[in-house]
């Protein structure tokens, strides 16, 4: 009985594993895109206000922002250090237009998405020109952490003579 059970669970591993670690297809995320609740801006403000949303695409956090209480102004940190090593982070504001939520990056331009809220899972998805382009990211997590971006900074060797 023992070597069934180890032979199925070889042959089967995604049915074994614990539901935490399983991780939505995209064409199960687009299902979820399209059965969601459109979030309002009143909706957005209440998920995102002095909190760090996590954003994730396949099981990979992809960058984290922060919300400054109060504020529509955000700082963005991609979870992947730049060529340099460097971690990269931009400054920004967010705004509504429409069905979509616009962020505008003192660095990276402009980008807007729509939200949804599928049975307390929030997803979004990039609009370009008003249509939606089917990159679809979910919030992995939701902490109080602060992030700080110290875009320009940099630190010169002293003149030492």
């Given amino acids: 009985m023992l070597r069934i059970a180890l032979a199925l669970s070889l042959l089967a591993p995604a049915a074994f594993a614990p539901a935490a670690l399983a991780q939505d297809s995209n064409a199960t995320l687009a299902k979820k895109m399209s059965l969601g609740t459109l979030m ?3 909706d957005f403000r209440a998920m995102t206000d002095g909190n760090t949303i ?3 695409n ?14 529509n102004r955000i700082v963005i940190e ?6 340099d090593g460097q971690i990269n982070c931009d400054i920004g504001t967010w705004r509504a237009e429409a069905d979509t939520i616009c962020f505008d990056w003192n660095r990276s331009g402009s980008v807007c998405a729509v939200w949804v809220d599928y049975e ?3 997803i979004s998805e990039l609009v370009i020109d008003g249509e939606r382009r089917g990159n679809i990211e979910r919030i992995s997590e939701i902490t109080q952490t602060p992030l700080y971006c110290e875009v320009g900074l940099v630190s010169l060797p002293s003149a030492a003579g």
């Fill in 120 to 122: 307390g899972e929030y």
């Fill in 58 to 71: 396949q099981g990979v956090d992809l960058y984290r922002e922060y919300y400054r209480p109060g504020t």
């Fill in 78 to 83: 991609w979870v992947t250090p730049g060529p």
């Fill in 40 to 42: 309002t801006e009143e």
């Fill in 54 to 56: 996590t954003y994730n």
